[in-house]
């Protein structure tokens, strides 16, 4: 745990993550999307310059200096992109990249990737089944060019993060997008839970005890050689820790995922990961939305400042909200656990629900044994 508490004290001072939706122009129409994605971009983006002195502000962390990913939208739809990312490793900042599957990333775009420099780039896969992803993606056709897209990239060297969000008719497919995933060759999995804000519905979303069969599930899938991540999960750790310690897990679903996955895979080929990243929403983690507008993450429509008018660095640093995220002033359950160093809930979840960013987690049925 020392390099957890190494990681907390740095996270007061930078984020690990720094998150720039650098558009809302999307060619996708996708049912959960955060942006809200349009087909054009919105007025006030950042200019090229402006975006530049972003980048300015991201290096002014210093080091080692925080990783710059652009998002969207669909960052491709910037006919920049490529002098911002030569920017960003001019100044040392490293920069990946989480584009659209589109008919912008096609094989010769994503060899201009490879030779940009860009870490790595994330594509969403969100169900095993073509009829599964494409639902959620509104576009027909979008699973076959995703599989395609992640076999290219990962052929060309690129290294590729795929994320999923666990949504209603995804959850039972997990075991078969962990297959899927393995025999593409992806090493790291950055599984999404769903957060009713943008075009996401309350509809689409699962329920408590499904989230915990998930994470739970997803302790066992880093049993299999996969970096897993979570975003809007950080019990996932908790859990993580909890089977660490010995302690065991059962529920029907997680059962019937956890066989699913042993009758794909075989048996596991490692323990379970020992790694803790305690990043959560405002934590180790800050997002610029297109106007330049700071907020805790994405997920987390609560703004904190302008970086056309503030500098990050201090609106990172100094925000009322952000010092009390940082030191767990949070309500309910989420305020007395044990876990909350390393977890502390979503932050977002608990805005969606509650309008209180510092509220519980309402998708957690841990029970701390603190009393409240």
Known sequence: MRNVQELIRRFHEAPLLVFWESTKACPLACKHCRADAILKPLPGELTTQEGKRLIEQVAEFGDPKPLLIITGGDPLMRSDLFELIDYANSLSV?????PAVSP??????LKLIKESGVKSISIS????????HDEIRGVPGSYKETVNAIKT?????VSVQVNTVVWRKSLAELPEVAYLLKNLGVKVWEVFFLIVTGRAKEELDITP????AAVQFLVDVSTYGFQVRTVEAPFYRRAKLERLKGREFGHPLYNQL???LRNLMGPPVRAVDPTIVPTRDGFGIIFIAYDGTVHPSGFLPY?????RKQSLVKIYREHPLLLKMRRGEFGGRCGVCEYKDICGGSRARAFAYFKDPLAEDPACVYKPHRNL
């Open 94 to 98: 490293p920069v990946s990249l989480a």
């Open 104 to 109: 912008n990333l096609n094989t010769e775009t």
């Open 125 to 132: 896969l969100d169900g095993a089944r073509p009829e599964t």
């Open 153 to 157: 990239a990962v052929e060309l060297g």
């Open 209 to 212: 005890e499904e989230y915990e």
């Open 258 to 260: 956890v066989e699913r």
């Open 303 to 307: 703004p904190l400042g302008n970086v």
